[in-house]
């Protein structure tokens, strides 16, 4: 049974940081690209970033290009999110997803395309 858990969520003040962690298990993690989603209160969920294997090609939405690092352990069976200098409007639930490394980068933000998910974790930022 393919189970991905998040962990790290929390609440902060604005301009502060978090670090989530989404640990896998039950699939061959280094068959799968690693992404975070996130979904605000009344909104769609949307794409956040992702991490392929093996070229660990990663790539970010712009809203969180600069701020946002994605690190992925293969070792570990783990990927993780580091969120620096945080907005109100990173207010989240977040989700980590796995989509098979054989699809292309194109379909990276397409959530049809993704496998697995994990339950998500709330971050709240406050100003």
């Known amino acids: 049974q393919v189970q991905l858990v998040e962990s790290g969520g929390g609440s902060v003040q604005a301009g502060g940081s978090l670090r989530l962690s989404c640990a896998a298990s039950?699939?061959?993690?280094?068959?799968?690209?690693m992404a975070w989603f996130r979904q605000a209160p009344g909104k769609e969920r949307e794409f956040v970033g992702r991490?392929?294997?093996?070229?660990?090609?990663?790539n970010y939405a712009d809203a969180v290009k600069g701020r946002f690092t994605i690190f992925r352990d293969n070792a570990r069976n783990t990927v993780e999110l580091q969120m620096n200098s945080l907005k109100s409007e990173d207010t989240a639930v977040y989700y980590c997803a796995a989509q098979p490394t054989w699809k292309p980068l194109t379909l990276a933000q397409d959530m049809g395309h993704y496998d697995y998910w994990g339950q998500g974790t709330q971050v709240t930022v406050s100003s």
């Open positions: 991490v392929n294997w093996p070229v660990s090609m990663i």
């Open positions: 039950g699939l061959t993690f280094r068959n799968y690209a």
